[in-house]
């Protein structure tokens, strides 16, 4: 059974660099498919982060390309997220989820809140 | 990328069917089969329910289902329990090779 977690500080300043692990265990992270961040202000809706696929490739959301960078050690079976210049909007709920042709299954998400 | 559009809500009253639509563009839903639905009950992380359109995961209930038609997939709760009562968001890949969302729907089961 496939199980993410993700992990992360929860508490970060304005104009900081958010870094986020996400654990994968019972898949290698090798295998045929992407590996997804997704986040969600509170009361808001879901917003895709960006993705990566196994080998290497990326994909980012438009909005926060300037802003974001996904990475991979397949070493330890972990991804990885990077968001810089982070500001109270960023505030959020972010989860990691496996990507085929939708996101499943997903880990329970870890609360980041932006402030000084 | 401009986002799905859903309802923001819906209601229905035990044992009654609703659907949920989710409207996109031919660069989204209209070009892929690669549309799916997931329920978040509050506090959770959400759940996939429905993919490719119209799969159900294995187990899952068969009260979900979902269908397609032009840009508008659409998801189906039949026999509506109080379970059901949650939000509901889908998702897209698309020809620019990211994902759109919807904005989400709120379920009150009446």
């Known amino acids: 059974q496939v199980q993410l977690q993700e992990s992360g500080p929860g508490l970060v300043k304005p104009s900081q660099t958010l870094s986020l692990t996400c654990t994968v265990s019972g898949d290698s992270i090798s295998d045929d498919y992407s590996w997804t961040w997704i986040r969600q202000p509170p009361g808001k809706g879901l917003e895709w982060i960006g993705d990566i696929s196994f080998n290497g490739n990326t994909n980012y959301n438009p909005s926060l390309k300037s802003r974001v960078t996904i990475s991979v050690d397949t070493s330890k079976n972990q991804f990885f997220l990077n968001l810089n210049s982070l500001t109270a909007a960023d505030t959020a709920v972010y989860y990691c989820?496996?990507?085929?042709?939708?996101?499943?299954?997903w880990g329970q998400g870890t609360l980041v809140t932006v402030s000084s | 990328q401009s986002a799905l559009t859903q309802p923001a809500s819906v209601s229905g009253s035990p044992g009654q069917s609703i659907t949920i639509s989710c409207t996109g563009s031919n660069s989204d839903v209209g070009h892929y089969n690669f549309v799916s639905w997931y329920q978040q009950h509050p506090g959770k992380a959400p759940k996939l329910i429905i993919y490719e359109v119209t799969k159900r995961p294995s187990g899952d209930s068969n009260r979900f289902s979902g269908s397609k038609s032009g840009n508008t997939a659409s998801l189906t709760i039949s026999g509506l329990q109080a379970e059901d009562e949650a939000d509901y968001y889908c998702i897209s890949f698309t020809t620019s090779y990211t994902w759109v969302l919807g904005g989400g729907t709120r379920l009150t089961v009446l």
């Open positions: 989820a496996r990507t085929g042709n939708n996101w499943n299954p």
